[in-house]
């Protein structure tokens, strides 16, 4: 296990590297001068260069990425060009309240696509299955925006039951909070309710064919018991690693749930940042992103031994 981690921790290294230089060079290709944004239209030029000696923007391109690099790897990641406020006080303030989106939406979406999952695949080609197959479909098929809309005019507009936007921190009013999370998580964990059911039926249908499976029915073992006992626990791997990969997705996925429903959160943070050419908190925000995406997978790639004992990690990787 120690093995595999120093393994793991190599790559993510190699990773975040890749990453870093990639999104560095990439926010320096957006049109616009960021020191005009700061200066605003009226400042002359003496004032813009100013402006660019104080920020760095003068020097080469590889000399701001080095020093970047070398204040990131001591936990600064530099000020915002357009709040003057620190990156990571920022992020701090906004990460929160994206994470709970998040962990709202991975709630909604493991609480109904397993159990649903799990009767599509036992109750195979029967009614039931056609028909979560077929709400599977619609919700890969609608767009997130169009469904937000749809349940701020339904739930909002027409009865009124929910807030159609805005953020109350749970530590100040629970209720409130969830009151106006509960829409935007739906509507961000609908994509991932649909693949998670479909992976869920499918590693099923395939683990009550296997051998053992027949076996432990044939020695008089309820349906039951073996769905739940000895079914269940090898069919959710593949769901795991599918679940995985979607986590960080969720915090992509919040750009568009965010912007619909006004929740201050990472994704805002994201859009507005790209649109002032804030370019530290645009490259400090998606290398924020990209560590989170490598931990779940590292996270991931350990809970295999958890969910199955056969599976033993070693430094090679993953050994059956």
């Known amino acids: 296990m120690f093995e595999f981690l120093i393994h793991r921790a190599a790559i ?25 944004v700061m200066g605003g239209t009226e400042s002359d030029e003496a004032g813009l260069a100013e402006i660019r000696a104080k920020y760095g923007l003068d020097d080469p391109v590889p000399i701001q990425y080095l020093r970047w690099v070398r204040l990131a790897a001591s936990g600064d990641l530099g000020e915002s060009i357009r709040t ?9 303030r906004k990460l929160p309240i994206t994470i709970e989106l998040a962990m709202l939406s991975l709630l909604v979406a493991v609480g109904i696509a397993i159990p649903v999952g799990v009767l599509s695949a036992v109750r195979r080609n029967s009614f039931w299955d056609f028909l979560a197959n077929g709400v599977s479909l619609c919700g890969l098929s609608v767009p997130s925006f169009w469904l937000g809309i749809m349940l701020i005019l339904f739930f909002s507009v027409r009865l009124g039951a929910l807030p159609a936007s805005g953020f109350v921190p749970f530590w100040e009013d629970p209720l409130a909070n969830l009151k106006r999370m509960i829409m935007p998580a739906f509507v961000l964990g609908c994509a991932l309710t649909a693949v998670l059911m479909r992976q869920t039926r499918n590693s099923m249908i395939e683990i009550l064919s296997a051998d053992y499976i027949r076996t432990a029915r044939a020695k008089g073992l309820a349906g039951r018991a073996v769905v739940f006992r000895h079914a269940i626990r090898n069919g959710l791997i593949p769901v795991v690693t599918i679940l995985g990969l979607q986590m960080g997705a969720l915090m992509g996925g919040a ?40 931990l779940i997978n590292l996270l991931v790639d350990v809970s295999y031994t958890l969910l199955d004992p056969r599976i033993r990690v070693t430094g090679q990787g993953r050994g059956g």
Request: net charge positive; charged share 15%; aromatic share 10%.
């Open 255 to 294: 750009v568009v749930t965010e912007q619909i429903f006004v929740v201050p959160g990472f994704g805002r943070l994201i859009v507005e940042a790209v649109f002032t050419r804030d370019y530290p908190l645009v490259q400090g925000v998606v290398l924020l992103t990209a560590s989170f995406y490598v």
């Open 84 to 92: 003057r406020e620190s990156v990571v006080r920022t992020v701090a």
């Open 12 to 36: 993510s290294v190699v990773t975040l590297f890749v990453i870093s230089l990639i999104v560095f060079t990439g926010v320096r290709m957006i049109p616009g001068d960021p020191a005009r």
